[in-house]
Protein backbone atom coordinates (compact mmCIF):
# COMPACT_ATOMS: atom_id res chain seq x y z
CA UNK A 1 0.00 0.00 0.00
CA UNK A 2 1.63 3.39 -1.15
CA UNK A 3 0.90 7.12 0.26
CA UNK A 4 1.26 10.07 -2.39
CA UNK A 5 2.78 13.26 -0.89
CA UNK A 6 1.27 16.43 -2.25
CA UNK A 7 3.98 17.99 -4.71
CA UNK A 8 6.15 15.89 -4.94
CA UNK A 9 6.90 13.01 -7.97
CA UNK A 10 9.40 10.10 -8.21
CA UNK A 11 10.38 10.08 -11.95
CA UNK A 12 10.50 6.75 -13.98
CA UNK A 13 13.47 5.91 -16.11
CA UNK A 14 13.27 4.38 -19.00
CA UNK A 15 16.25 3.81 -21.60
CA UNK A 16 14.39 5.79 -24.05
CA UNK A 17 14.24 8.99 -22.00
CA UNK A 18 17.61 8.60 -21.00
CA UNK A 19 19.00 11.95 -22.73
CA UNK A 20 15.55 13.65 -21.94
CA UNK A 21 15.72 13.84 -18.58
CA UNK A 22 15.14 17.33 -18.42
CA UNK A 23 12.54 17.01 -20.46
CA UNK A 24 10.78 15.22 -17.99
CA UNK A 25 10.78 18.26 -15.04
CA UNK A 26 8.26 20.53 -15.80
CA UNK A 27 8.69 24.44 -14.91
CA UNK A 28 8.40 25.49 -11.41
CA UNK A 29 10.28 22.30 -10.21
CA UNK A 30 12.92 20.62 -9.98
CA UNK A 31 14.96 17.39 -10.24
CA UNK A 32 16.73 16.04 -7.15
CA UNK A 33 18.51 12.36 -6.69
CA UNK A 34 18.18 11.06 -3.17
CA UNK A 35 19.89 8.08 -1.32
CA UNK A 36 22.01 5.60 -1.86
CA UNK A 37 20.57 3.78 -4.51
CA UNK A 38 19.83 7.82 -5.84
CA UNK A 39 16.55 7.67 -6.62
CA UNK A 40 15.01 10.44 -8.40
CA UNK A 41 12.61 12.79 -7.02
CA UNK A 42 10.61 16.35 -9.08
CA UNK A 43 9.90 18.71 -6.45
CA UNK A 44 8.29 22.07 -6.27
CA UNK A 45 11.11 25.14 -6.58
CA UNK A 46 9.08 26.41 -3.52
CA UNK A 47 10.35 24.04 -1.58
CA UNK A 48 14.14 25.86 -1.87
CA UNK A 49 12.75 28.23 0.33
CA UNK A 50 12.03 26.01 3.57
CA UNK A 51 14.28 26.50 6.27
CA UNK A 52 14.75 22.77 6.31
CA UNK A 53 14.83 22.04 3.15
CA UNK A 54 17.84 24.60 2.77
CA UNK A 55 19.95 22.77 5.31
CA UNK A 56 19.26 19.72 2.95
CA UNK A 57 20.87 22.17 0.40
CA UNK A 58 23.90 22.76 2.82
CA UNK A 59 24.41 19.41 3.72
CA UNK A 60 25.02 18.29 -0.21
CA UNK A 61 26.87 21.80 -0.81
CA UNK A 62 29.05 20.24 2.04
CA UNK A 63 29.26 16.53 0.08
CA UNK A 64 29.59 17.65 -3.32
CA UNK A 65 30.03 21.34 -3.98
CA UNK A 66 28.42 22.51 -7.01
CA UNK A 67 29.24 19.71 -9.19
CA UNK A 68 25.91 17.09 -9.96
CA UNK A 69 26.54 15.55 -13.03
CA UNK A 70 23.44 13.90 -12.61
CA UNK A 71 21.50 16.69 -14.25
CA UNK A 72 19.59 17.27 -11.00
CA UNK A 73 20.80 18.24 -7.33
CA UNK A 74 22.30 15.28 -5.23
CA UNK A 75 20.80 15.21 -1.70
CA UNK A 76 22.92 13.77 1.23
CA UNK A 77 20.07 11.85 3.22
CA UNK A 78 18.42 9.11 2.58
CA UNK A 79 15.02 8.66 0.77
CA UNK A 80 13.32 7.80 4.33
CA UNK A 81 14.83 10.82 5.80
CA UNK A 82 14.25 13.22 2.78
CA UNK A 83 10.45 11.93 2.28
CA UNK A 84 9.64 12.93 6.34
CA UNK A 85 11.33 16.61 5.43
CA UNK A 86 9.72 17.03 2.54
CA UNK A 87 6.23 15.61 3.62
CA UNK A 88 6.07 18.44 6.33
CA UNK A 89 6.67 21.34 3.81
CA UNK A 90 4.35 23.85 3.04
CA UNK A 91 3.18 24.14 -0.93
CA UNK A 92 1.88 27.65 -1.67
CA UNK A 93 -1.52 28.44 -1.68
Known sequence: MGFRLPGIRRASFTSNHGSS???????????VYVGVRMKRFVIPISYLSQPS?????????????FDHSRGGLTIPCSEDAFLDITSRLKLPQ
Request: negative net charge; charged residues 30%.
Open 53 to 65: FQDLLSQAEEEFG
Open 21 to 31: KALDVPKGYLA
